[in-house]
């Protein structure tokens, strides 16, 4: 005898597919979506619908967008000589917040990880080179995380740009603002005293 | 210009409302379904639906239905006698998985909490006080959580069910199975002296 109704274990088993949420949250959240007002229920699923129908990856950046070129591709004002490239959307978004990048972006959806599977051809690498070798790019950002994986990514692509001639950099290691020399690890103390600067 | 399309930003929206998911949270869960099949999403959308607007609570117990009155209540091998008071659906399955436990349960929907403004009329008390008015019940096990609301929800119940007669009891404290003395936080190794037994 199942302890729950059919369709509520059907429902906790969508949510536990979902990252980072597992069996006991996946229960908690599905007893809460049936606490509130159906029709709120009925919204949540008409959202979920309508953004995964609704969007597209721009055919540019491969961020995601609701028409076929995203609006930071669109953008007149950007600079178009400046190339950032990110893992995923969320990072576009915290590049943004710096108010300071005035560039292009490229989404690659993932880093090459051979721990987790993950090739080259799993992420928009192919995208990347097409765009690069259009040219019009005088440098390109690599904005991978400062990880295994995200240096590995860095890396390879920094060996597959070569030949196009676009200065390729890669964003700085070091302390965080606000950080305390205390409490760093020692990878990020080595980075931070690798890339000392006068002052 | 938001970073996001509409529909995008709609759906995080949603996913941040819901309890220990967070901003942040929100944006992973919604960027992993954007990149499944959009049956997948579909389906999903609509066993949340189907969840809210197929169940109901059961009336005798409260607990989470497709059917008016759910099958453990309706089981005529469960021992009437023997109540247990849970705040959640979810403990039910918890008390269900030792397999020992044959009464009836009766589920309140949270604690009373002044902290988290939880008064009694926000739990399902007036009709576990119907129930035990009916008569029938031998005990009543008092199975909230053992913390603060928990024990204040035990209490208040304790005092509330005295004029019917059953026999009113709480879940044992102590040591949980399989953990180390040496770990165990102060209260519980207060409470584990405290209900000692001879051996």
């Not at 992420?123 to 995380?145: D, S």
């Not at 950099?169 to 020399?181: D, Q």
């Amino acid at each position: 005898m199942p302890l729950f109704p059919q369709s509520v274990e059907e429902l906790t088993d969508h949510f536990a597919k979902l990252p980072g949420i597992g069996r006991k949250g996946a229960v908690r959240l599905v007893f809460h979506l049936l606490e509130q007002e159906a029709c709120d229920v009925r919204a949540f699923a008409d959202a979920m619908v309508a953004a995964r129908e609704k969007t597209v990856f721009c055919r540019e950046c491969q961020n995601i967008s609701d028409e076929p070129v995203c609006p930071i591709c669109r953008d007149p004002e950007r600079d178009g000589s400046l190339l950032c490239v990110v893992a995923e959307p969320r990072d576009v978004a915290a590049v943004e917040r710096c108010r300071e990048y005035n560039g292009r972006y490229h989404i690659l959806h993932g880093v090459i990880s051979p721990t987790r599977r993950k090739s080259p051809d799993d992420i928009r690498l192919k995208e990347l080179l097409k765009r690069v070798e259009r040219g019009g790019f005088q440098e390109v950002i690599l904005a991978t995380n400062p990880d295994t994986d995200g240096d590995t990514t860095a890396l390879y692509i920094a060996r597959l740009l070569r030949p196009f001639g676009a200065k390729v950099t890669r964003l700085a290691y070091g302390l965080p603002m606000g950080g305390h020399v205390e409490y760093a690890d020692e990878l990020t103390i080595l980075r931070a005293l690798d890339g000392r600067r006068e002052v």
